[in-house]
């Protein structure tokens, strides 16, 4: 089973997609197998981390924008020096996930979820999740 799900981002969104994944997963009706979470974007990413503290996002994104702050010197202008960084940090955080499916559920930690980042933006975007059995 393969889903789309688009959402609208601002220039450092921290999207929790958590629930929306979960519910997919419920309803492909798989109870065993694998889900991955695929973003087809080069200036936004996905990670894992806690939900507990909204802080910890912020968190997040201000070490990104740290180790990867928007500069004029980039070689990469095609855009804007944003957008420069904003491919850096995808590259370097990632664009998909894979997670187990165990007993009908996605397997993930008392305290985890799963985020889309928004590098550059504001942007429409989306996302895929392919829900595979086995």
């Given at each position: 089973m393969l889903k789309k799900v688009s959402l609208t981002?601002?220039?450092?969104?921290?999207?929790?997609?958590?629930?929306?994944?979960?519910?997919?997963?419920?309803?492909?009706?798989?109870k065993e197998?694998?889900?991955h979470v695929y973003n087809p974007h080069s200036t936004a990413g996905l990670t894992s981390t806690s939900f507990w503290d909204p802080n910890g996002w912020l968190?997040?994104?201000?070490?990104?924008?740290r180790l990867i702050p928007t500069r004029i010197d980039f070689?990469?202008?095609?855009?804007?020096?944003?957008?420069?960084?904003?491919?850096?940090k995808s590259s370097l955080l990632g664009i998909s996930m894979s997670f187990i499916i165990?007993?009908?559920e996605l397997?993930?930690?008392s305290s985890q979820g799963i985020f889309f980042l928004e590098f550059d933006g504001p942007r429409n975007r989306h996302y895929f999740v392919k829900v595979i059995a086995g």
């Amino acid at each position: 089973m393969l889903k789309k799900v688009s959402l609208t981002t601002q220039f450092n969104d921290v999207v929790n997609i958590t629930d929306e994944i979960k519910k997919i997963v419920k309803e492909s009706g798989i109870k065993e197998g694998v889900c991955h979470v695929y973003n087809p974007h080069s200036t936004a990413g996905l990670t894992s981390t806690s939900f507990w503290d909204p802080n910890g996002w912020l968190d997040l994104q201000d070490e990104i924008c740290r180790l990867i702050p928007t500069r004029i010197d980039f070689k990469h202008q095609h855009d804007t020096p944003q957008d420069a960084a904003a491919h850096i940090k995808s590259s370097l955080l990632g664009i998909s996930m894979s997670f187990i499916i165990d007993s009908g559920e996605l397997l993930v930690g008392s305290s985890q979820g799963i985020f889309f980042l928004e590098f550059d933006g504001p942007r429409n975007r989306h996302y895929f999740v392919k829900v595979i059995a086995g």
